[in-house]
């Protein structure tokens, strides 16, 4: 059996498979576009790689509709050769995908956190969890979760960036933000596109109200964010509440027209942040134009495509 440089076993590949699928992983938490062009290219070289599978599963699924749960290609786990190569760990991973598609994330969370028991050193669990986890509102599951297998983890363990940029988050979230600083530079330091830690240090300087040093943080990466998927609109926008504290209203409503909000989209985080940063210039008395018609006319047809994340989730 193949394994990852985590010791990790995979079936239906080999040592070559593994290696890009690692580097697809490490594209999808960098948040960078087109990652599913990567895992079918994969799939296209190893037709029976399931560990594959479930990462097209689950990047699908964080389109967060509807919609996109009945493109989640299940059907590869009937066949019964591969069932029988796949290991007990991935056997897990497919029947959290299974649960996803059926919309019952609190049952895949269940699954991953019986993955991470076992297999501590699987990313793609912990990034699951953590992810889900944030979305419905439990924060201290959030860090206990990362805590538990932080004793695992070492600098010298392979992925250890992206382990720390979301335990840093999960810290930042019950209110340590002194740890979680540390560990959220220290991840940037590892790889300046880690977008998730750099979204945490922006949330520790929020919460502790350095607002120039949030506009320095996000400023200097600059020419690094449009290489980026859609997420990065969300760093923009936390640039934009910091500008908005510092009374630069005029600022904030060119981000939101250049880099938030710029067309119509119905991205359920372009909509989040577009509808937040928006409500909060009205509470301090600004004039939003007609902004609010351009997200009216990104959501219009798009409401229903959203009910399982209100019911699976608790928004911040």
Excluded at 126 to 136: E, I, K, P, V
Excluded at 203 to 227: C, Q
Aim: proline content about 3%.
């Amino acid at each position: 059996m193949n394994k990852d440089s985590r010791g990790l076993s995979y079936s239906g590949t080999d040592q070559a498979g593994i290696a890009k699928f690692e580097e697809a992983m490490a594209w999808n938490f960098d948040y960078r576009p087109n990652g599913l062009e990567k895992v079918d290219a994969l799939l296209e070289a190893y037709p029976n790689f399931v560990m594959a599978w479930v990462l097209k599963g689950y990047s699908i699924a964080s389109e967060g509709r509807f919609e996109a749960l009945s493109n989640i290609p299940l059907t590869f786990v009937e066949n019964s050769s591969i069932r029988i190569a796949s290991t007990p760990r991935e056997r897990k991973h497919v029947l959290a995908l299974a649960a996803y598609v059926q919309g019952d994330i609190k049952k895949s969370v269940e699954i991953w956190a019986d993955i991470l028991n076992e297999w501590p050193l699987d990313l793609l669990a912990f990034r699951q969890t953590t992810g889900n986890l944030f979305w419905m509102g439990q924060r201290q599951r959030l860090v206990d979760t990362a805590s538990k297998i932080a004793p695992y983890w070492t600098e010298n363990t392979p992925g250890y960036g992206y382990f720390i940029g979301a335990f840093s988050f999960a810290l930042e979230e019950v209110g340590e933000y002194s740890l979680a600083e540390k560990y959220a530079r220290r991840a940037v330091e590892i790889n300046p596109s880690d977008m998730w830690a750099v979204h945490s240090m922006a949330h520790v300087l929020e919460m502790n109200a350095r607002t120039d040093e949030g506009i320095a943080w996000i400023e200097e990466r600059h020419e690094r964010l449009p290489k980026h998927n859609a997420f990065v609109g969300h760093i923009w926008w936390h640039l934009g509440l910091f500008h908005l504290e510092q009374g630069h209203t005029e600022k904030v409503l060119s981000l939101f027209d250049e880099y938030i909000y710029p067309e119509a989209s119905s991205f359920y985080l372009n909509i989040q942040n577009g509808a937040s940063l928006l409500k909060r210039l009205e509470f301090v008395g600004v004039d939003v134009g007609n902004r609010w018609e351009r997200l009216y006319t990104g959501v219009k047809d798009s409401v229903g495509d959203y009910l399982y994340l209100s019911l699976n989730c608790t928004p911040r």
